[in-house]
Structures are given as C-alpha cells and as structure tokens.
C-alpha cells in the first residue's frame, strides 16, 4: 500500500505486465491519456490524484468511464467523447471534470428532464443528436437541454406548465 508517484507514462508502464492490484495512493505528475489512465485505474484501489489536472482527454465513453472509475481528482481540462453516451454515462463523465465536454457522436437521447438537465450541465458542445424529454420539463432545464443540443427536441409531455420571465420563456 506504500504510495506511487510519477509521470503517467512512467506508472502506466511500472503497472504493465502481470502486478497485483495496488491499494496504495497513486500521483501523476503529468496529464495522463485516456488509456494510460484507464490503465493505471484498473491498477489500483487507492486514490490518483492528478498533478496536471488540466489536461486534454478524448476517447469513447466506455473508455472515459473506466479511466474516471474509482477515486480521480476533479479533471479541469477539455474532454472530448468520440461516440454518443447514454445520458447516465454522460451525468457520470460530466461529474469527473469540470472542463467542458465535446461530443462528436449524434446518436438520440431519451429521458426524463431532470436527468437530461443534470447530463448537460456544465459545458457542453458539439451534441447534434434528436433528444426527446420524457416528462414536463421546467423553464430552467429546457434552457439547459436547449444549450446542449443543436439536434431537435421532442416533449413528451406537451402540455406542462412553464414559468419564468418573458426573456427565458420565448
């Protein structure tokens, strides 16, 4: 359980082969890839904390939810996801970094508001797929859904009540 601490190229290789898991702390001191950190995860129990936290990550979501999996400090840099992640794995990949999100896939989301609002928090881009909202969404989470998506929108609920001033309801 002793700690580790060294460059993500460095541990990613020391972890390499056949090694007994890890339980220990484990220190990146530099921006590690979405592989090396998937990798030095799978590795270890303990925690990993990131000396460069703004590193850039892109890869599918599978990959990101494995590299994030366990205990990582907050990643601030840009993420990129290559493919269309389910609104549960984006609420997971969006709750690991405070960077903004980038997603290149297109594939259509389904889910109730408070789950599409919560996935699309932060900052997203680059979603073009259809979402459809499942139930009557608020002002607040339609305009956070809204901002996410250049895709369409469909209301499953279309006859819910929205409130708010006339500059968020337009």
Known sequence: NGALSGSAADVDAAFAGTVTE????VTLTTAPSVAQLKAINAATTGAITLGVTNGALSGSTADLILAFAGTVTTHTGTVTITDTPSVANLTTINAATTGAITISGAGALSES????ATAFAGTI???SGAVTVTT???V???KTI???TSGAITLGVTNGALSGSAADVE
């Open 22 to 25: 890890h339980t220990g702390t």
């Open 113 to 116: 508001a408070a789950n599409l």
């Open 125 to 127: 881009s680059g979603y």
């Open 136 to 138: 009557a969404p608020s």
């Open 140 to 142: 607040s989470q339609l």
């Open 146 to 148: 809204n901002a996410a």
